[in-house]
């Protein structure tokens, strides 16, 4: 929405923004222990999961539901971040399209060295029974 969320909390609550640390983070009482990074900027306020969402071991099943596109989320990594990752995707769905995929235990280790966030499969079977009806 472009609203300054963390401005307007320290205005609220009259927090010197000068005096606090740059780094910010969001518990939500259900998940205790799972800091989510929190970043403003001229813009509005971000707030970010704690998990990276990592979907390669599940990559084959969603493109055999017909899913046609797939959204790498890359504003806040670096390039090098988003050549590993569009690398590893752009393999495996190559690999399906011919229909040669065998999942590869190296994509997901690389893909981890691309982040200090654990990741989260996402995927369950119930999205896939909701897709198809």
Known sequence: SGRKILNSYMEE????????????????????????????????????????LCAIESLEK?????ID??????????TQYLDTVLKIYREAIDLYEKD????????????????ELPFVNWYEESFEKEVKN
């Open 100 to 115: 040669e995929y065998l999942y590869k235990d190296k994509w997901k280790e690389e893909l981890q060295l691309t982040t």
């Open 62 to 66: 969603l493109l055999a539901l017909g």
């Open 13 to 52: 609550h009259k927090i010197d923004k000068n005096s606090q640390s740059e780094n910010y983070s969001l518990v939500e009482e259900t998940r205790p222990g799972e800091y989510m990074p929190i970043y403003e900027d001229e813009y509005g306020t971000y707030i970010y999961g704690a998990r990276d």
């Open 69 to 78: 596109s797939i959204r790498i989320e890359g504003g806040m990594k670096d």
